[in-house]
C-alpha cells in the first residue's frame, strides 16, 4: 500500500505562487504516473499536471506557462509550483500516483486534498 499526503495549500492573492508538495510512503515502483488533480467548486475533478514513466510530462491548457511539477525520486515527493494564481485555479489539489501493474493495468492511490484558495 501507498499513502500520500499533500502539503503546501493556502490562501493566496491573484498573481501570487504556492508550492504544493506530496509525499509518497514508500517509492512508487514499478513506476507508471504521478500527477496532480483538482476539483473546483460545483466542477468535475482534472488533470493539472502528470508525469508518466518516460519522463513525459503533461499540463492542462490552461495552466501551462504557470505551473511546473517536478518530482525527487530520492524523497518520494511531488511537487507543483504554482505561479502567477487566478482565481479560477482555486479548488482542492489531489496527489495522484499509479504503480504499474503490467502494461495496461495499474494499481492508483489519492492523497486526502489540499485547499488552494486564490481570492483578493
Known amino acids: 500500500q501507498v499513502q500520500l499526503v499533500e502539503s503546501g495549500g493556502g490562501l493566496v492573492q491573484p498573481g501570487g505562487s504556492l508550492r504544493l508538495s506530496c509525499k509518497a510512503s514508500?517509492?512508487?515502483?514499478?513506476?507508471?504516473?504521478m500527477g496532480w488533480y483538482r476539483e473546483a467548486p460545483g466542477k468535475q475533478r482534472e488533470l493539472v499536471a502528470k508525469i508518466i514513466s518516460g519522463s513525459s510530462i503533461n499540463y492542462a491548457d490552461d495552466v501551462k506557462g504557470r505551473f511546473i511539477i517536478a518530482r525527487d525520486n530520492g524523497k518520494n515527493t511531488l511537487y507543483l509550483q504554482m505561479n502567477s494564481l487566478k482565481p479560477e485555479d482555486t479548488a482542492v489539489y489531489y496527489c495522484?500516483?499509479?504503480?504499474?501493474?503490467?502494461?495496461?493495468?495499474?494499481?492508483?492511490?489519492w492523497g486526502q486534498g489540499t485547499q488552494v484558495t486564490v481570492s483578493s
Open positions: 514508500r517509492s512508487i515502483s514499478p513506476f507508471r504516473s
Open positions: 495522484n500516483a499509479e504503480r504499474e501493474i503490467s502494461r495496461v493495468d495499474v494499481m492508483a492511490y
